[in-house]
């Protein structure tokens, strides 16, 4: 158990529609990123929020956007699915900024699937 | 343009013997490296990491080996045990960045 955990575990919905998906990182890490994972993609970076800031954006699409609160949780939100959007959506966590070499420790993940 | 490779999709290794799994960069502004293992519904789970002033990093039987005049790096595993068949990935990162660019994996079976 890494200590960051992800809700819901799954998730289907259609076309169109949107969804949030919900991470609490691990007691006193203050960064936290997303990842999705898909078949022919890999694992691929989206987003890093620190401290409620965001930090840092990969290949994320304008249909999706991340927040983090003031007591350190985020949330993903996807909107206008897409079927190609079907996915594992993980969020990781760990202390600091990044401008040191800091690991991330993961969620379960969210497995997201679009009708 | 894929910045991490995992060129072996797959390895088999039989129970008490040495996995080496491999892994190669292009970016050479990356300078630290990470090793993660995944299971199936499960996230992935860090292993091991180095950053580039050093080029060999130990814990217990998982090794971290860097050769950046190479790009690669690789990650031995002995003795090998069935319950560390899994997906392995590498991922590395450039300071100052927070993101990890992973490669495509190598699943290892370990045979008892």
């Known amino acids: 158990d890494s200590g960051v955990t992800q809700t819901p575990k799954h998730l289907i919905t259609a076309t169109g529609q949107r969804v949030t998906l919900r991470c609490s990182p691990r007691?006193?890490?203050?960064?936290v990123y997303w990842y999705q994972q898909s078949l022919d993609q890999g694992l691929q970076f989206l987003i890093q929020?620190?401290?409620?800031?965001?930090?840092a954006k990969g290949n994320i699409l304008e249909r999706f956007s991340a927040q983090q609160f003031p007591d350190l949780h985020s949330e993903l939100n996807l909107s206008s699915l897409e079927l190609g959007d079907s996915a594992l959506y993980f969020c990781a966590s760990s202390p600091r900024r990044a401008g040191g070499y800091d690991e991330q420790y993961f969620g379960p993940g969210t497995r997201l699937t679009v009708t | 343009d894929q910045q991490v490779k995992q060129n072996s999709p797959s390895l088999s290794v039989q129970e008490g013997r040495i996995s080496i799994l491999n892994c190669d960069y292009t970016?050479?502004?990356?300078?630290?490296f990470l090793w993660y293992k995944k299971y199936p519904a499960e996230g992935p789970t860090f292993l091991i990491s180095i950053s580039s002033i050093k080029d060999k990093n130990e814990d217990g039987r998982f090794t971290v080996f860097l050769n950046k005049s190479a790009k690669h790096l690789s990650l031995h595993i002995v003795p090998s045990q069935p319950g560390d068949s899994a997906v392995y990935f590498c991922?590395?990162?450039?300071?100052?960045?927070?993101?990890?660019?992973f490669g495509q994996g190598t699943t290892l079976q370990v045979k008892p």
């Open positions: 929020y620190y401290n409620g800031e965001e930090r």
């Open positions: 007691s006193g890490d203050l960064s």
């Open positions: 991922a590395a990162s450039a300071s100052g960045t927070g993101k990890l660019i």
């Open positions: 970016n050479s502004m990356f300078d630290y």
